[in-house]
């Protein structure tokens, strides 16, 4: 299987989920980054390894198939 039509391919609802919570953890990081407040430095280390996991769960959970019938 080719990886576009594995990502054209219909997703298991578990990682469609999975891939939402990715997405919510990818934007929750990006406010954290993009704060126009001065914010300590951990929040904002901990807003790039948010967007780095919700990143990769996203990307994982898309490629994920359900098996042929």
Same mark, same amino acid.
């Given at each position: 299987? @080719?990886?576009?039509?594995?990502l054209?391919? @219909?997703?298991?609802e578990?990682?469609?989920?999975?891939?939402?919570?990715?997405?919510?953890?990818?934007?929750?990081?990006?406010?954290?980054?993009?704060?126009p407040?001065?914010?300590p430095?951990?929040?904002?280390?901990?807003?790039?390894?948010?967007?780095?996991a919700?990143?990769?769960?996203?990307?994982?959970?898309?490629?994920?198939?359900?098996?042929?019938?």
């Open positions: 299987m @080719k990886i576009i039509d594995r054209k391919a @219909k997703t298991p578990f990682y469609r989920k999975l891939r939402n919570v990715g997405m919510g953890l990818a934007a929750a990081g990006a406010v954290l980054v993009a704060a407040i001065a914010i430095a951990f929040l904002v280390t901990l807003g790039g390894y948010l967007i780095v919700g990143s990769v769960a996203t990307a994982v959970s898309q490629t994920v198939t359900e098996a042929e019938k």
